[in-house]
């Protein structure tokens, strides 16, 4: 019989399961049985708590949004200008927690997904409105009405190195990463500077 309480425990593993099955793979050509065997329980307990794989794996990257999200919100809590308010939120997609292989799968097969899943859509533009908000609002005081595109560049920069790295194309480090997007804002800011 089952201890009370388990549920959480066995989803965070299955979860966590999950993103290093995928991980380890690169795709998400994984099966529940694999993931569950992971995980260290049976494939019809892994059903039983998530009824699939897709359901499986959009729990994975809703728990990958929840680290990157606290991340970003104690980084920015610490920030104590504009500048720093984007230093924190790029800090934040590079940081070892966000820019480990297995999440780095994890978010390449989350786009895949998303052009076939309407629940992964969603998260998705869940996901790029909030980082392009949070940029927007750090870079007006910099930019001014320019903010918004600006912003909307800075995250195509980041998914553009994410997707780099997924492919193995000169892998990046977190700090040259961080540095890149950090010398496009420098340019955007004394653009502004000298307009």
């Known amino acids: 019989m089952p201890k009370l309480g388990m549920e959480p425990i066995r989803r965070a593993a299955l979860v966590k399961a999950a993103i290093a099955e995928i991980g380890e793979t690169g795709t998400l050509d994984v099966t529940v ?4 065997k992971r995980a260290g329980m049976s494939s019809a307990l892994a059903h039983h708590y998530f009824g699939g794989k897709e359901q499986i794996f959009l729990a994975a990257m809703r728990h990958t949004l929840a680290v990157y999200s606290a991340e970003v919100r104690g980084a920015l809590g610490m920030a104590t200008s504009p500048l720093a308010r984007v230093e924190a939120v790029v800090k934040s997609s590079f940081s070892h927690m966000n820019f480990r292989q297995d999440v780095v799968a994890a978010w390449l097969n989350f786009y895949v997904l998303a052009q076939t899943s309407e629940e992964a ?3 998705l533009n869940v996901y790029q409105l909030r980082l392009r908000r949070t940029l927007g609002h750090a ?3 910099l930019v001014g009405d320019r903010a918004p595109a600006v912003a909307a560049r800075i995250a195509a920069l980041i998914d553009g190195i994410y997707l780099e790295q997924s492919l193995g ?5 977190s700090e040259g990463a ?3 997007i950090m010398d496009y804002v420098a340019l955007e800011v004394d653009r502004g500077c000298s307009a």
């Open 169 to 173: 194309y000169q892998p990046a480090s």
């Open 121 to 123: 859509k969603r998260l």
């Open 33 to 36: 049985s694999q993931i569950a």
């Open 178 to 180: 961080f540095d890149l």
């Open 139 to 141: 870079l007006r005081p």
